[in-house]
């Protein structure tokens, strides 16, 4: 706990999309169509949704972790809840709609590629009337993913969320993730980037989000926006804009040339990084350090299948985080290109 910060009762809550995930892996996971069938490697049913993964690595990794999303009164929405109880995540603001479905989701990977298909059900009905005032006040993080799903819902009463959460003394960060729509945001996500802390795209969802060619200018351009940002590099590792007292630091983050486990499956990896960055923070880490934990919580789950398949551990994830290499990027490397530094 920082000095002065108020005693709370959750170290993080997150807010976004809950569903399961129907895992579908293998060497050729692409349907043909015409009533073919095709055997596949494997198939598994887990937690889904970037909020719910995010959230039960959190708790994994220690963190009094609170949930706040939309299901349906249905199967699928039960499976949610069992799982994510089981894994210590607080689920008492997941709103249940009533003769709507819950949202579901079907993974195609191909070990370090997948392609996705969602049904959002009732996961993008939830809005910012729904997040409990109470809920806020006992955070002392707040996290939001998929943005993109839940924007017209939740989008426009999200900033004012994240300006009570930063108000009350919490810290905040943000996951677009993908924009199925191809938009790429607006007004209402500038207006929430205003209020968020950390910005946590990936390599593409950064291009896309600032318009830039490369990585290294779309980090500037979306921080120019209020966050601090890091940009997730997959298998390179990540780029972290770090800003204090008015200047940018610039660090790359880079993994060790050998994981300890075979690369499984990449689902939900993005997600665990976030869940290993924001508990970095919790712990007090400065943001490159906060993002090295990241990196070695996002490398332990790809060791299985699914977004919450590998069972990770806070000390098997500081232990790898020490091998996880950070240093600051120099002004004409970073501008030249982020994949040469």
Excluded at 53 to 81: C, H, N, W
Excluded at 192 to 218: I, K
Excluded at 252 to 271: K, S
Excluded at 321 to 340: F, K, L, M, Q, Y
Aim: net charge negative; charged share 20%.
């Amino acid at each position: 706990m920082t000095p002065h910060e108020p005693d709370r009762e959750l170290d993080l809550v997150v807010i976004g999309d809950c569903n399961p995930d129907v895992l579908v892996t293998g060497r050729d996971v692409t349907p043909a169509f015409g009533q073919q069938e095709k055997l596949v490697d494997g198939m598994d049913l887990g937690i889904g949704g970037a909020a719910a993964i995010t959230a039960v690595a959190a708790a994994r990794l220690g963190l009094r972790t609170g949930l706040v999303a939309a299901i349906g009164d249905d199967q699928a929405g039960e499976f949610m809840l069992r799982q994510l109880a089981a894994a210590g995540v607080d689920t008492e603001a997941v709103v249940v709609r009533p003769g709507q479905p819950t949202g579901m989701t079907v993974a195609l990977s191909r070990g370090n590629d997948r392609a996705i298909l969602t049904a959002t059900g009732a996961m993008s009905t939830l809005t910012a009337a729904e997040v409990p005032d109470d809920v806020i006040r006992r955070a002392r993080h707040l996290h939001v993913s998929s943005y993109f799903l839940l924007e017209r819902s939740l989008g426009p009463g999200l900033p004012g969320v994240l300006r009570a959460a930063r108000d009350g003394g919490a810290t905040t960060s943000l996951d677009t993730n993908w924009d199925p729509a191809l938009r790429w945001g607006g007004d209402t996500l500038l207006a929430c980037l205003a209020e968020t802390d950390v910005l946590l795209p990936n390599e593409a969802e950064a291009l896309h989000l600032s318009g830039e060619a490369s990585v290294a200018t779309a980090a500037a351009t979306l921080s120019a926006s209020g966050p601090r940002v890091v940009v997730k590099l997959g298998g390179r590792g990540a780029l972290c804009a770090d800003r204090m007292d008015g200047v940018t630091q610039w660090y790359r983050i880079e993994l060790p040339d050998r994981l300890d486990h075979p690369v499984v499956d990449t689902t939900g990896a993005g997600d665990c990084f976030n869940a290993g960055l924001i508990t970095g923070l919790r712990r007090g880490l400065a943001l490159p350090d906060a993002a090295a934990l990241g990196c070695a919580a996002g490398t332990a789950s790809t060791a299985a299948v699914g977004g919450s398949g590998a069972r990770i551990e806070l000390s098997a994830v500081l232990a790898e985080a020490g091998r996880v290499s950070i240093r600051p990027v120099p002004p004409e490397v970073r501008d030249s290109s982020t994949r040469s530094a």
